[in-house]
């Protein structure tokens, strides 16, 4: 199968989240199984496309509201696993960030609208179009009702949802920067009395996914204003587990990690990265350490760790690690909280890549509170290193990590609330007192096969039931 991902972004090139790390990965893991997958972004000033080399294969210019934008498509040299192409458009993408411009809107539909000309321009026909978050939402509307678009009308489109809470919404008086279309399919685009691309592509895709079966099912009953149509689209609906990329996020070859290790030499590997971190941030490699890793907002239950590590390090000999950024509020009360506990607990506001692997690699535990979690990749990266992870039971997070009470790995629990994760942190210091028990439980963590392997098998499936089969009739 030929398929393209349209996403904002991909890992290493530009990432937020973990909708970066999914289509760094699956792509590569489409082309091992014998598909032809690549993916389309966005160009940015990260540092890795200013390395990077590229051949221009496609311009345009593109109107939009009768302004002019020079766009090209650059076919960048790389060695991912995948042809990678981002677009260039003047004045909008030449920018550091992914996210967070007050022209955001007007920059992603014209990343779509560019991205769908080159489709029009390639002389090999797409199978799929596998489409990711809000970001390229227009792209199955654009396709089925703009007529510059008719001749794409047959090729298939894929929806991944990594993420409700976002929905890219903007008022009608905007509507104008999308291509022609007739104005009996306007509803098509609107949600609640707003311009709304997640809601035009659950609508309009052929197909939906979400990035776990159990987040598919809380989307039903909680979507940011999306349930009910989630709710009348269910049919076309579907959960799969993400998968990781488990050659970048392995202990065994890891380049950020000051020691590598496989199951068998776990503990000295371990061992090893929890104190390099530890003497990093100037904490007690003894004692044992919990971490958090994740963007600072309110899905991750971020705005109750000042309450959780102030709680418990008043009760407890324990040492906490945090990596992250996101809500100013939250971030000034986690920078405060350094001095009143120094050498028990730091923190790294910002986003630091190599910190995350060490953290994985020389944390005891991973704190993943998060009152919405798609799927959550972190528990994954964290059982993989084995780390134990220390959950609440929602989406992805319900789906993979068990508590140790019910034969499974983790600590799990069922609120996001203060007194929820300080007793499942309980749990967590009496169980590592268990030596023998608590490194028999890192190895069948590392066991754990969590690779896209499985996945990519599931969305190939999906996608075969998507491309319309030819039907010969016997005479
Ligand atoms: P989300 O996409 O909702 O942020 P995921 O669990 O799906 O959450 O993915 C988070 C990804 O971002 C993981 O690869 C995690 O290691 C990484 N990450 C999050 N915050 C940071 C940070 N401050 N520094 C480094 N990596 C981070």
Same mark, same amino acid.
């Given at each position: ?8 972004? /991909? ?52 109107? =939009? ?29 030449? @920018? ?16 779509? @609208? ?6 029009? !321009? ?23 009702? /703009? ?26 008086? %905007? ?16 949600? &609640? ?8 592509? =659950? ?57 590598? &290790? ?62 992250? !950024? ?17 050498? @028990? ?5 910002? &986003?630091?890549?190599?910190? !995350? ?26 059982? @993989? &290193? ?24 983790? =600590? ?11 007793? !499942? ?19 069948? %963590? %590392? ?29």
């Amino acid at each position: 199968m030929n398929i393209l991902h349209v996403s904002a972004e /991909c890992y290493p090139v530009a990432k937020v989240g973990g909708l970066a790390d999914v289509v760094g990965a699956l792509p590569k893991y489409q082309n091992r199984i014998g598909h032809t997958a690549a993916v389309i972004m966005p160009y940015y000033k990260t540092s890795w496309v200013e390395h990077a080399n590229g051949t221009i294969v496609f311009c345009h210019d593109l109107v =939009i509201e009768g302004k002019t934008y020079f766009s090209e498509v650059i076919d960048v040299d790389n060695e991912l696993g995948f042809p990678l192409f981002v677009v260039r458009i003047t004045e909008l993408t030449d @920018r550091k960030n992914v996210y967070g411009y007050e022209d955001d809107s007007l920059r992603f539909v014209a990343f779509q @609208r560019v991205a769908l000309q080159w489709v029009l !321009s390639l002389k090999r026909k797409l199978d799929i179009i596998h489409c990711h978050d809000h970001h390229t939402g227009f792209i199955p509307f654009m396709m089925q009702h /703009c007529p510059e678009f008719d001749s794409l009308m047959k090729v298939p489109t894929l929806l991944s949802i990594h993420n409700a809470q976002y929905q890219g919404n903007f008022p009608h008086d %905007m509507v104008g920067m999308l291509p022609r279309f007739r104005e009996s399919d306007l509803g098509l685009l609107d949600w &609640y009395g707003d311009i709304n691309p997640l809601a035009a592509a =659950i609508k309009c895709a052929w197909r939906v996914n979400t990035v776990s079966p159990s987040y598919m099912m809380e989307l039903q009953e909680k979507a940011n204003g999306l349930e009910g149509l989630l709710r009348e689209e269910k049919l076309k609906c579907v959960g799969i587990l993400n998968g990781i990329d488990a050659e970048t996020w392995n202990p065994a070859t890891d380049n950020y990690l000051i020691k590598n &290790y496989s199951i068998r030499t776990r503990a000295k590997g371990r061992e090893a990265n929890k104190k390099a971190i530890c003497d990093e941030f100037g904490l007690d490699a003894s004692k044992p350490l919990f971490g958090f890793i994740g963007r600072l907002v309110w899905e991750k239950g971020a705005d109750l760790l000042p309450e959780i590590i102030d709680t418990v390090l008043k009760q407890h000999d324990i040492n906490i690690i945090l990596l992250g !950024s996101g809500s100013p509020e939250v971030e000034r009360q986690l920078e405060e909280l350094k001095t009143t506990y120094k050498g @028990r607990y730091n923190a790294h506001i910002g &986003y630091e890549e190599r910190m !995350s692997h060490q953290v994985y690699a020389g944390a005891d535990f991973l704190l993943m509170p998060s009152r919405v979690e798609p799927c959550g990749l972190n528990q994954l990266y964290s059982l @993989r &290193y084995g780390c134990m992870p220390i959950v609440r039971r929602t989406g992805g997070l319900k789906d993979t990590v068990v508590d140790i009470g019910d034969g499974g790995n983790g =600590i799990c629990h069922d609120q996001t609330s203060v007194w929820d994760v300080v007793y !499942s942190i309980e749990r967590a210091s009496l169980f590592y007192k268990d030596k023998k028990a608590f490194s028999a439980n890192q190895k069948q %963590m %590392m066991e754990i096969d969590h690779s896209w392997e499985n996945a990519a098998g599931t969305y190939a499936s999906l996608y075969e039931e998507m491309i319309p089969k030819k039907v010969t009739i016997k005479k």
